[in-house]
C-alpha cells in the first residue's frame, strides 16, 4: 500500500511560476513510477508527467513539454513538478499517482495509487 499526500497547489497569476510536490509512505514506495495527472472542471482527468522509479527516464504530455518538469527524491520519497509559464488552461486539479511498474507510462489504468489531489488555479 502506497499513500500519497500533494501540496503546493495554489493561485497564480498567468506566466507565474510553482512547484507541486508529493509525499509518498508505505512499502517500497522508491520502487515505484509516480506520475501526475490533472483534471479542469467539465473535463477528463488527462496525463500530465511521469518519471521512472530510479529517476532517469520521464514522460510529458506534448502541451507540457518545455514548461513543465517532473523529479524526484527517492531518499525523500516526494516527486516534484515544477512548472513554469503557467496558463489560464493550466487551471485543474493535480493528482499524484504511483504504479508498480517501475517505467512512467501515460495511461491512466496503469496507476495503482492516487492521491487526493492540489487545486492550482491560474488567473490571467
Known amino acids: 500500500q502506497v499513500q500519497l499526500t500533494e501540496s503546493g497547489g495554489g493561485l497564480v497569476q498567468a506566466v507565474d511560476s510553482l512547484r507541486l510536490s508529493c509525499a509518498a509512505s508505505?512499502?517500497?514506495?522508491?520502487?515505484?513510477?509516480m506520475g501526475w495527472f490533472r483534471q479542469a472542471p467539465r473535463r477528463e482527468r488527462e496525463f500530465v508527467a511521469a518519471?521512472?522509479?530510479?529517476?532517469?527516464?520521464?514522460r510529458y504530455a506534448d502541451s507540457m513539454k518545455g514548461r513543465f518538469t517532473i523529479t524526484r527524491d527517492n531518499a525523500k520519497n516526494t516527486v516534484y513538478l515544477r512548472m513554469n509559464s503557467l496558463k489560464p488552461e493550466d487551471t485543474a486539479v493535480y493528482y499524484c499517482?504511483?504504479?508498480?511498474?517501475?517505467?512512467?507510462?501515460?495511461?491512466?489504468?496503469?496507476?495503482?495509487?492516487w492521491g487526493q489531489g492540489t487545486q492550482v488555479t491560474v488567473s490571467s
Open positions: 508505505g512499502r517500497s514506495a522508491s520502487d515505484y513510477a
Open positions: 518519471i521512472s522509479s530510479s529517476g532517469g527516464t520521464t
Open positions: 499517482t504511483a504504479s508498480r511498474s517501475a517505467f512512467p507510462t501515460t495511461r491512466r489504468d496503469v496507476y495503482d495509487y
